[in-house]
């Protein structure tokens, strides 16, 4: 099932990477339409690839080109991005809310434990408007939304 999703992602993918081991035999299954990378350059041992990307995960700058790489690509699609429509004064309070601890959690003042205190609380904050919220969180919004008797 894996497979067969991730098969179907990469038909409807306007960027796709094929990775592979570097040395090994190209896989017959890897789409026309994908980009080749070479995994593992780290073990390479002098082996040149021309006309792929090689990269290791096991060096500090082992990704780099794969990242510059998909910067070029999508910068290239020049996909037309709107703004979403914020609907909801809750959703755009927690999304205000979330930037606010994104912000503050970038202080170098802090101490580490107060910045990933802050990194939680937006994830909170985000987790509000895509469905992930505590009970608490749920009976405030259905309490102050909705007129509910006695």
């Known amino acids: 099932?894996?497979?067969?999703?991730?098969?179907?992602?990469?038909?409807?993918?306007?960027?796709?990477?094929?990775?592979?081991?570097?040395?090994?035999?190209?896989?017959?299954n890897r789409p026309a339409s994908s980009h080749l990378v070479w995994t593992k350059s780290d073990l390479a041992d002098g082996f040149a690839v021309m006309e792929s990307l090689t990269i290791s995960t096991v060096t500090p700058d082992g990704v780099t080109p794969l990242l510059a790489d998909l910067r070029s690509r999508l910068s290239a699609l020049q996909l037309e991005l709107e703004a979403p429509l914020m609907t909801r004064r809750?959703?755009?309070?927690?999304?205000?809310?979330?930037?606010?601890?994104?912000?503050?959690?970038?202080?170098?003042?802090?101490?580490?434990?107060?910045?990933?205190?802050?990194?939680?609380?937006?994830?909170?904050?985000?987790?509000?408007?895509?469905?992930?919220?505590?009970?608490?969180?749920?009976?405030?919004v259905i309490f102050s939304e909705f007129c509910i008797g006695k």
């Open 1 to 28: 099932e894996g497979i067969r999703r991730a098969e179907a992602a990469a038909e409807e993918g306007d960027v796709v990477y094929w990775l592979q081991p570097l040395g090994e035999i190209q896989d017959a």
């Open 90 to 140: 809750r959703h755009r309070q927690a999304l205000l809310a979330a930037g606010e601890n994104l912000q503050n959690s970038l202080s170098p003042n802090l101490d580490i434990e107060i910045r990933s205190e802050h990194l939680r609380r937006a994830g909170d904050e985000l987790g509000k408007i895509v469905g992930r919220i505590d009970v608490e969180d749920l009976l405030d």
